[in-house]
């Protein structure tokens, strides 16, 4: 599973529960959604290509960790 961001067109915000619940469908395992139309969850390859045919959504963009050093490690 890859951890992913997705935004919903501003238009279709209202609509917001309804899109969500047809990403879940499509798959998606939902760890946030947020008003301002963007939902963070969790999918895999065929879920994601599911959710990018949606027409609500603008963009599905897989998150990618970021890994800091310890601050008193040397410099890189």
């Known amino acids: ?5 997705i935004t919903i067109d501003e238009k279709e915000i209202e609509h917001l529960s309804t899109i969500t619940n047809s990403l879940v469908s499509c798959g998606l395992q939902v760890t ?3 008003g301002f139309g963007v939902i963070t969850g ?3 390859d065929s879920t994601i290509e599911k959710i990018k045919a949606h027409k609500e959504v ?3 963009k897989e998150d990618q960790p970021i890994h800091l050093s310890p601050p008193d490690s040397p410099i890189q």
């Open 58 to 60: 603008i963009s599905l």
């Open 42 to 44: 969790n999918a895999d």
């Open 1 to 5: 599973m890859k951890s992913v961001i």
């Open 32 to 34: 946030n959604e947020f």
